[in-house]
């Protein structure tokens, strides 16, 4: 039995002003530092051999608490821009609730929660937003449904996360709500519509326990 544990951030300064972030690089608050440190706390006595998280410091700065609170510093830690936060588009920065204002409650759940629904789009791709020179230029975003996202996310897991669970490694992702969204939609094979009801909290550590195929054999989600 081998176990896969992912992570969202804890809350952000963009989450606590209540801004759509996608990949502006913010960190966290105090708050989203003591969750993270409550994260290690409900992982103790886990041990895993691979942390994956993406480019973005809430991302890292979590991850970096959990190992260091686990005494697991010595761990490999992958950073992949596969693993970023849905890009948001022309929303980055914005409020959420000034957005429902001014485009209306219904268009705005539909933009943050369903799976083919674009945001508005940049004019072309910011260089501004987080560490630019990891990203691809050719394939920028200016803006991504949580679809586009998991053309980005899956193939990372695929590529980097399942070799190593069928190589009965335990690993752990630390990410965002959207990169894990996206995770949990593929590993449990919600579909397109369902997948619209799925939340994921800031810092609350999701297990789930897989047998030598990668089928689920048990999960707190």
């Known amino acids: 039995m081998v176990k896969l544990v992912m992570?969202?951030?804890?809350?952000s300064i963009?989450?606590?002003?209540?801004?759509?972030?996608?990949?502006?690089?913010?960190?966290?608050?105090?708050?989203?530092?003591i969750q993270a440190h409550v994260a290690a706390k409900k992982l103790q006595g886990?041990?895993?051999?691979?942390?994956?998280?993406?480019?973005?410091?809430?991302?890292?700065?979590?991850?970096?608490?959990?190992?260091?609170?686990?005494?697991?510093?010595?761990?490999?830690?992958?950073?992949?821009?596969?693993?970023?936060?849905?890009?948001?588009?022309?929303?980055?920065?914005?409020?959420?609730?000034?957005?429902?204002?001014?485009?209306?409650?219904?268009?705005?759940?539909?933009?943050?929660?369903?799976?083919y629904s674009v945001p508005p789009k940049l004019k072309h791709p910011d260089p501004n937003i987080g560490p630019y020179k990891y990203y691809d230029s050719r394939i920028m975003p200016v803006a991504e449904s949580l679809y586009e996202a998991y053309q980005r996310i899956i193939p990372y897991?695929?590529?980097?996360?399942?070799?190593?669970?069928?190589?009965?490694?335990?690993?752990?992702?630390?990410?965002?709500?959207?990169?894990?969204?996206?995770l949990i939609k593929y590993i449990e094979g919600i579909s397109d519509k369902d997948i619209d009801g799925v939340e994921v909290a800031n810092g609350t550590p999701l297990i789930y326990e897989f047998d030598s195929r990668l089928n689920i054999i048990n999960s707190n989600r």
């Open 7 to 11: 992570v969202r951030h804890g809350e």
């Open 14 to 33: 963009a989450n606590a002003l209540n801004q759509y972030t996608g990949w502006n690089n913010v960190g966290l608050t105090q708050e989203g530092i």
């Open 46 to 115: 886990f041990d895993f051999d691979h942390v994956h998280t993406s480019v973005l410091k809430r991302a890292i700065i979590t991850a970096y608490i959990i190992q260091d609170d686990l005494n697991l510093n010595y761990v490999p830690i992958t950073k992949s821009w596969r693993l970023n936060e849905r890009h948001y588009g022309a929303l980055r920065g914005l409020n959420k609730d000034v957005t429902r204002k001014e485009f209306g409650v219904e268009q705005v759940h539909h933009w943050r929660r369903s799976f």
């Open 157 to 182: 897991y695929v590529d980097h996360v399942a070799p190593r669970l069928l190589d009965n490694k335990n690993q752990l992702i630390v990410a965002h709500g959207s990169t894990i969204r996206a």
